[in-house]
């Protein structure tokens, strides 16, 4: 019998409010598996909110300072600050060594 162990890396976004307010976020990069033990796998990372409205626009956009040398398996990316949003989309951009390594966003509705 083989089993099969899932490997990878996630990036994970939850965001706290109520309506178009914004209070606070939880944005992670969790790695499992082999992925979680490569040494170095992740430097010089930082994160960088955008923020769309219904036609694609963006209207702000907020960056993490970068967070310097590596790491691997988990990292917390600073939470947005607080704000009112506007309908549309709010999505946080992993980077790397200042390259995107990773995306994920929310759809913000009234």
């Given at each position: ?22 209070t ?33 626009r ?25 704000h ?27």
């Amino acid at each position: 019998m083989t089993i099969v162990v899932p490997a990878g890396c996630f990036l994970n976004m939850s965001v706290r409010g109520s309506g178009l307010r914004v209070t606070g976020s939880t944005t992670a990069v969790e790695c499992y598996g082999l992925a979680a033990v490569v040494p170095g796998m992740f430097c010089n990372w930082s994160g960088v909110y955008r923020f769309k409205d219904v036609n694609g626009r963006q209207y702000a956009q907020e960056t993490t300072s970068v967070r310097s040398g590596c790491g691997q398996a988990v990292f917390n990316i600073p939470s947005v600050k607080k704000h009112t949003l506007r309908p549309g989309s709010m999505c946080v951009d992993f980077r790397n060594n200042g390259e995107v390594r990773g995306r994920t966003c929310m759809a913000i509705y009234r």
